[in-house]
């Protein structure tokens, strides 16, 4: 599964956006768009990480009902994706 993951070519502003270029990351983004009334319903992202030391940990970061804009919504998934790899990284 990760070897899928890995070609994803979308969504590199999310998962992977605040992390450093060499960490490995396979994930699979999905977006909505906006609805008539400018809510975005969902921009998601689900993902498996590998850590400097080999070990790997799975994330999933759902924004849904959003009323920021696509760029946003993918910087909340970015910072959501660094915390979680400061944690795990400690």
Sequence with gaps: MLETMLKCQTGKNRIRGKLAETILVGHKTCSSGADKKGISIATNDIGIITLPNGQHFGITVLVDNSCENEE?????IAEVSKIAFDF???
């Design 72 to 76: 946003t919504n993918a910087l909340i």
């Design 88 to 90: 795990f990284n400690h």
